[in-house]
């Protein structure tokens, strides 16, 4: 059992939607720690120049280790009362 947030990340590469999300899910883990789902919510590009940036939009979903790393997530202090 655990408890688990929900947030939204955005992910850009000039390659591919595909290298975006893996981009944004393996800095969302080094970051989040235990991310579980990634549900992709929107997809887009930006064309600068000859240029084509893939963005990704996608709703992580990671599991909260502790009361001191929610507040870290959520930039706010967290009782443990």
């Known amino acids: 059992m655990g408890t688990y947030k ?3 990340i955005v992910g ?3 390659k591919s939607w595909e290298d975006a999300a893996s981009v944004a899910v393996e800095d969302a883990c080094k ?4 991310v579980r789902v990634a549900e992709v919510k ?3 590009l930006k064309v600068v120049g000859d240029v084509i ?3 990704i939009r996608l709703s ?3 599991k909260i280790q502790s009361m001191a ?8 202090e967290v009782s443990e009362d």
């Open 31 to 34: 970051e989040l720690g235990e």
């Open 12 to 14: 850009t590469s000039s």
């Open 6 to 8: 929900f947030i939204e």
């Open 42 to 44: 929107q997809m887009d």
């Open 53 to 55: 940036f893939y963005r």
């Open 60 to 62: 992580v979903s990671f």
């Open 69 to 76: 790393k929610l507040a870290e997530v959520l930039g706010t």
